[in-house]
T-cell receptor, first 114, second 112 residues
Framework: AQSVTQLDSHVSVSEGTPVLLRCNYS??????LFWYVQHPNKGLQLLLK??????LVKGINGFEAEFKKSETSFHLTKPSAHMSDAAEYFC????????????FGQGTTLQVKP | DTAVSQTPKYLVTQMGNDKSIKCEQN?????MYWYKQDSKKFLKIMFS???????INETVPNRFSPKSPDKAHLNLHINSLELGDSAVYFC???????????FGDGTRLSIL
């Protein structure tokens, strides 16, 4: 069965400093992995997607993530945080049987301090 | 133009009532979904439809009934609302079942 664990429920950074949001996954096959962002009172927006092409995936708004099979990780990074990055971030793995089912992590709240 | 739109945005009602949430997408996608987000922000899929056919039906009480009149619409009807139904419900769509999903802004359901 597929599962995903976000290692930090809350991350706080200063504006202009790097962001690291950690995610480990478990999958019985080569998974599709996603990062979504949710701003307050909004729906989820896709940041980036990994589907077994390049292991380093670039997304929107300067975010990127690296797929590391040996570590079963898919951490999200950004070199320099912006105030507008403050939001909830979800690491997501595709479920089995190609039904479109997504399995969400518990979410990480990113706080950006001025 | 809103890609995935849900109505209403807020829904406050009493226990025992029946209510519906509507969802429409103008992206031309084949697949639509309903998710529930609880008070701890945990998201779980409830249903998915592909070309009006039910694909995913997770362990959801049968008080919840999705209806897809056409590919662009997936509505959610809830009978006999209970306190535990209070949550944010998100509709989403994707071109095909293995493609990224686009989410609506959610419907916040509060049961009094």
């Amino acid at each position: 069965a597929q599962s995903v664990t976000q290692l930090d429920s809350h991350v706080s950074v200063s504006e202009g400093t790097p962001v690291l949001l950690r995610c480990n996954y478990s999958s019985s096959y080569s998974p599709s992995l996603f990062w979504y962002v949710q701003h307050p009172n909004k729906g989820l927006q896709l940041l980036l997607k990994y589907t077994s092409a390049a292991t380093l995936v670039k997304g929107i708004n300067g975010f990127e993530a690296e797929f590391k099979k040996s570590e079963t990780s898919f951490h999200l990074t950004k070199p320099s945080a912006h105030m507008s990055d403050a939001a909830e971030y979800f690491c997501v793995v595709s479920g089995s049987s190609n039904t479109g089912k997504l399995i969400f992590g518990q979410g990480t709240t990113l706080q950006v301090k001025p | 133009d809103t890609a995935v739109s849900q109505t209403p945005k807020y829904l406050v009602t009493q226990m025992g009532n029946d209510k519906s949430i509507k969802c429409e997408q103008n992206l031309g996608h084949d697949t639509m979904y309903w998710y529930k987000q609880d008070s701890k922000k945990f998201l779980k899929i409830m249903f998915s439809y592909n070309n009006k056919e039910l694909i995913i039906n997770e362990t959801v009480p049968n008080r919840f009934s999705p209806k897809s009149p056409d590919k662009a619409h997936l509505n959610l009807h809830i009978n006999s609302l209970e306190l535990g139904d209070s949550a944010v419900y998100f509709c989403a769509s994707s071109q095909e079942m293995d493609q990224p999903q686009h989410f609506g802004d959610g419907t916040r359901l509060s049961i009094l």
